[in-house]
């Protein structure tokens, strides 16, 4: 075997040997694909920014809040990730709040209306003279009462 050959067993030795010697990240970190280790995000936070590697400075992991849909009225159509916020989505149960409701509104709004038609009912007879009460609107009360006290 030439130096030349042995060059290349050699290139090929070492190559194989760094594939199977794989960097791994440490408990609570994750690993980029450029072998650059981050630190995970606390419980209920996601990754919104990685962290990167510049000239002479390492800048940290920027995580943010998970995203609770119950309290936006809301249903989770997915769960918060490592990498990604909650979704959430208008569903059914916003639907069903809405549809409560309008059954609430057109409810209270058909009592108005009844209740209206009843005291114009009543206001329009109460307006009405009889033939023994003409020019005195009380009058008919009036004797109604004296009958009573007598």
Do not use: W
């Not at 990167?52 to 989770?76: A, L």
């Not at 149960?93 to 549809?99: A, F, G, I, K, V």
């Amino acid at each position: 075997m030439n130096q030349t050959d042995s060059k290349h067993v050699l290139a090929i030795f070492v190559g194989a040997l760094s594939t199977l010697c794989v960097e791994t990240c440490p408990e609570n970190f994750f690993q980029l694909p450029d072998s650059l280790c981050c630190m995970r995000c606390p419980e209920g936070m996601f990754v919104a920014k990685n962290c990167s590697r510049g000239p002479e400075v390492h800048f940290g992991v920027h995580c943010d809040k998970c995203r609770r849909c119950e309290e936006i009225g809301q249903i989770t159509v997915s769960n918060c990730t490592l990498f990604s916020d909650t979704q959430c989505d208008i569903g059914q149960l916003s639907q069903l709040t809405l549809y409560g409701c309008s059954l609430v509104v057109v409810a209270v709004f058909m009592l108005a209306v009844i209740m209206a038609v009843f005291f114009f009912i009543r206001i329009r007879k109460s307006g009405e003279s009889d033939e023994s009460s003409e020019g005195e609107p009380c009058k008919r009360r009036r004797d109604s009462l004296k009958k009573i006290l007598i």
